[in-house]
């Protein structure tokens, strides 16, 4: 969950817009990626704590392939040539973990050598959602490589109960709809698990869930961040207190994944297979 500054709703739109195009202006100057200074004291966020929906199984679960006719159309499944996971690079950066394996601090994760099937509802979706969507789901699969794949889009709208054999739904609402989009939350994410071994959980599904109100700015950039940063909540990320991560739990300060960003994500391309 991405939060940003304001104390009203009414007031929130004028200050996201003009931390917006601050990001924008930092990000010409100085690259995509660097790490911004924190917003003046007056834009002070609060603090909402990440949604993450984990439900334990008995059963074992399988994942069946699916196909969608949609120009996004792929294959998914079980992944015949794993991705490489990337080099962990310990040491320069804050990470942590929505969940933990039972009785380790071994990561909750997706099956790494399982494709992760995302299909997208673009009712409400940002101008230009259809690259930003992309854009994340290539930053995070590369950083990771969880094998996730766009696969079609979609009329469902259920984001509070997905379980096993359901795809990943990343879609647009606002408060009435999601409550927890109330007040100062730009976006949401978390995945389902279950015990798909004794002592081996995975992720199965997830959703990423974008608020409609979070204003635009040339290139979008700023809205990429905060789709970013829950599709790192999608696949296990949690936030962290350091300014220099893109997983901030106040969001603001970085355009892109950081150190600490990646070395958590390489941890969790790096969990067991089922």
Same mark, same amino acid.
């Given at each position: 969950?991405?939060?940003?500054?304001?104390?009203?709703?009414?007031?929130? %739109?004028?200050? #996201? *817009?003009?931390?917006?195009?601050?990001?924008?202006?930092?990000? %010409?100057?100085?690259?995509?990626?660097?790490?911004?200074?924190?917003?003046?004291?007056?834009?002070?966020?609060? $603090?909402?704590? *990440?949604? $993450?929906?984990?439900?334990?199984?008995?059963?074992? $679960?399988?994942?069946?392939?699916?196909?969608?006719?949609?120009?996004?159309?792929?294959? @998914?499944?079980?992944? /015949?040539?794993?991705?490489?996971?990337?080099?962990?690079?310990?040491?320069?950066?804050?990470?942590?973990?929505?969940? /933990?394996?039972?009785?380790?601090?071994?990561?909750?994760?997706?099956?790494?050598?399982?494709? @992760?099937?995302? @299909?997208?509802?673009?009712?409400?979706?940002?101008?230009?959602?259809?690259?930003?969507? %992309?854009?994340?789901?290539?930053?995070?699969?590369?950083?990771?490589?969880?094998?996730?794949?766009?696969?079609?889009?979609?009329?469902?709208?259920?984001?509070?109960?997905?379980?096993?054999?359901?795809?990943?739904?990343?879609?647009?609402?606002?408060?009435?709809?999601?409550?927890?989009? %109330?007040?100062?939350?730009?976006?949401? +994410?978390?995945? /389902?698990?279950?015990?798909?071994?004794? +002592?081996?959980?995975?992720?199965?599904?997830?959703?990423?869930?974008?608020?409609?109100?979070?204003?635009?700015? *040339?290139?979008?950039?700023?809205?990429?961040?905060?789709?970013?940063?829950?599709? +790192?909540?999608? @696949?296990?990320?949690?936030?962290?207190?350091?300014?220099?991560?893109?997983?901030?739990?106040?969001?603001?300060?970085?355009?892109?994944?950081?150190?600490?960003?990646?070395?958590? #994500?390489?941890?969790?391309?790096?969990?067991?297979?089922?």
């Amino acid at each position: 969950m991405m939060v940003f500054s304001g104390y009203r709703r009414r007031r929130r %739109a004028r200050q #996201l *817009a003009r931390r917006l195009v601050e990001l924008d202006q930092w990000d %010409a100057q100085h690259g995509l990626g660097a790490p911004l200074p924190p917003p003046p004291t007056r834009r002070r966020t609060s $603090v909402l704590p *990440a949604l $993450v929906i984990v439900l334990v199984l008995a059963a074992a $679960v399988v994942l069946h392939p699916t196909l969608l006719p949609h120009s996004w159309r792929e294959t @998914v499944g079980v992944v /015949t040539d794993r991705l490489a996971v990337p080099e962990v690079v310990t040491g320069q950066g804050s990470y942590a973990f929505l969940a /933990t394996q039972p009785g380790s601090e071994a990561p909750v994760g997706y099956d790494p050598c399982r494709s @992760v099937e995302v @299909v997208v509802n673009p009712s409400g979706a940002w101008e230009g959602h259809e690259e930003m969507v %992309a854009a994340a789901v290539e930053r995070t699969r590369q950083a990771s490589g969880i094998d996730l794949r766009l696969t079609g889009t979609t009329d469902d709208r259920e984001h509070e109960r997905r379980g096993p054999g359901d795809p990943v739904l990343v879609m647009w609402a606002d408060e009435d709809e999601v409550a927890e989009l %109330a007040g100062d939350v730009a976006g949401l +994410g978390g995945s /389902t698990a279950v015990e798909v071994q004794p +002592g081996l959980r995975h992720y199965v599904t997830g959703i990423v869930v974008l608020d409609t109100d979070v204003p635009g700015t *040339a290139g979008g950039r700023g809205r990429q961040a905060v789709m970013d940063h829950e599709f +790192g909540h999608l @696949v296990g990320l949690g936030h962290v207190d350091d300014p220099g991560e893109l997983m901030h739990h106040a969001g603001g300060h970085r355009l892109g994944y950081g150190p600490g960003d990646r070395e958590g #994500l390489a941890r969790l391309g790096a969990v067991p297979c089922r």
